[in-house]
């Protein structure tokens, strides 16, 4: 199959999405109720059927239905089996989907954590809503990290060290440039705000391995990764800032593919206004970059929200598969919003686009697609397919039973506290109260013969890499550092060689400075 069907056009004719177009992006639009989030599931089956993977966030928490079939006794199945009937769906069955589920804070699925350090300092700064001043000091204290072999893996990372930097903003200063302790402690309540609304799950390790979103079941279908963000949208800053993290992390660890017969990945971002939502000019260019890049490694970004004009022009000029359902004329904002998703469509003769678009029913949507030579197609009044899944949440039971088979299970479910920053700055304070006290007890001279009394990251790493051959331990860390290999932890990974070490220990800081991430490298 090399189209997904979409639903039956005005003129009779079945509306589809050419699967090699589909990573030229697409919008989803329409007021609340009238049928978005169902178009979303019949899309993301269909992908998952075809053999493309697809992540998606269920904000409502209604979406987790697509991992069971649906039923006839459902209440509206009648509706749909009449809907399929209409639509000419002859083989029209109820089925479930491969589904993976994840969620940021672990409850109700496997948490997705990064590291400080791949999160870098930019995004933080959004996060944490830092001034131009605040986050050029969070830049430096990364920097310093960075010269010094410092891994920032979690928020005690980074709360240590700005402790660090607030008690010796004077050296930071002379090396750096100026550092001042209001700055730095501006950061820190900011830090401590974030955390207090449970973002620092997020943060530590075993990070996520972002080829885990791109597997395939045993039989071929792509699975589904709902990512639970009912609880997460109370922090709406979050929500957007992760995911165009992972936006980020796709662009940088995908392979180029060009334009292929079907998407390596199919990434919904639902409640899209969140992304551009307070963000300044600068990232609002640099997302609209993520966007138009990201489509040559394969993935197709396909944005859902009420108002189609909450998608900037920049990046509404690349979304070349449209479905809008209706929208509501009730205020002088909703108008243009009409008139502007109007214009955006490829004319139909037979259709006044604009009187339509507030016409159409629950289910019915207007659709252009672009053609298999990449030209949009002619923009048609559509009957919208049923899903073959279930509408509405899985519960408890079947969420536990779902996660009992996942392909990750026990992969990320715990958290690994392993040395970074915040020990590294804790032995090195209790470090200076006993040299402190030995110095006072023997004198300087006396106390400058003995070895340092703790090592340093990289003489660690060294020590640990003593009985590797030179050649495979810098092969091991030249992949590290340039396949960013520190997100994946030696104890969950089952990495224990020596070289391993090395490439996790020496790939933090290194990395941390030349791989960020897209979005911090091309802001820095």
């Known amino acids: 199959m090399s189209d997904i069907f979409l639903g039956l056009g005005g003129n009779g004719e079945n509306q589809s999405l050419a699967l090699s177009r589909a990573n030229r992006h697409g919008l989803i639009a329409g007021a609340t109720g009238t049928g978005k989030t169902v178009t979303l599931q019949g899309l993301a089956e269909s992908f998952s059927a075809n053999g493309v993977p697809v992540f998606v966030a269920d904000v409502k928490g209604d979406l987790s239905g697509i991992a069971m079939p649906g039923s006839p006794t459902f209440k509206h199945a009648d509706k749909l089996e009449g809907r399929a009937k209409d639509l000419g769906m002859e083989d029209f069955a109820y089925s479930d989907n491969p589904v993976i589920f994840w969620d940021l804070y672990g409850e109700q699925g496997h948490p997705i954590r990064t590291t400080i350090t791949e999160m870098g300092p930019l995004l933080l700064s959004r996060l944490l809503d830092l001034n131009d001043t605040q986050e050029g000091v969070l830049q430096i204290v990364f920097r310093h990290a960075d010269d010094n072999g410092l891994l920032l893996l979690d928020f005690g990372d980074l709360q240590s060290l700005l402790q660090w930097a607030y008690e010796n903003s004077k050296e930071l200063s002379g090396v750096y440039g100026n550092v001042s302790k209001q700055s730095v402690g501006a950061i820190q309540r900011q830090l401590l705000s974030f955390e207090a609304q449970g973002a620092d799950h997020f943060f530590g390790e075993p990070a996520l391995e972002i080829d885990d979103f791109l597997k395939t079941d045993e039989t071929g279908r792509g699975y589904v990764n709902v990512l639970a963000a009912d609880k997460l949208m109370r922090s709406p800053k979050l929500y ?43 990232l609002q260019e640099k997302i609209e970059q993520v966007v138009r890049l990201i489509r040559s490694k394969g993935v197709g970004v396909f944005f859902v929200t009420q108002n189609p004009i909450d998608i900037p022009e920049e990046v509404a000029g690349q979304l070349g598969n449209r479905v809008q359902h209706a929208l509501r004329a009730f205020t002088k904002r909703d108008q243009r919003a009409i008139k502007a998703a ?22 019915e949507a207007l659709v252009s697609t672009l053609d298999e030579e990449g030209a949009p197609t002619i923009v048609q009044r559509t009957l919208i397919k049923p899903p073959r899944s279930r509408l509405g949440p899985v519960n408890k039971k079947e969420r536990a039973i779902i996660q009992s088979v996942s ?7 715990e958290a690994i506290d392993r040395e970074s920053a915040e020990e590294v700055l804790a032995q090195k304070a209790a470090d200076a109260a006993e040299t402190a006290e030995e110095v006072a007890e023997k004198g300087e001279e006396e106390v400058r013969k003995r070895p340092r009394k703790s090592k340093s990251i990289w003489e660690k790493a060294m020590s640990r890499g003593t009985k590797v051959a030179a050649g495979g331990m810098a092969g091991a860390a030249a992949a590290a550092v340039l396949g960013k290999k520190s997100r994946a932890n030696p104890v969950a990974s089952g990495i224990t060689s020596a070289a391993g070490s090395i490439a996790t220990d020496l790939a933090g800081p290194i990395a941390g400075r030349f791989v960020r991430n897209l979005i911090g490298g091309l802001m820095r």
């Open 240 to 282: 957007a800032t992760f995911l165009l993290w992972l936006l980020a992390e796709l662009f940088e660890s995908l392979p180029e593919v060009g334009d292929p017969e079907k998407p390596s990945l199919v990434f919904f971002f639902d409640e899209a206004h969140l992304l551009f939502d307070d963000a300044p000019k600068a």
């Open 342 to 363: 109007a214009e955006t469509f490829r004319i139909n003769d037979d259709l006044d686009t604009e009187e339509v678009i507030t016409e159409l029913r629950v289910g």
């Open 407 to 413: 392909p990750f299970d026990g992969k990320y479910d």
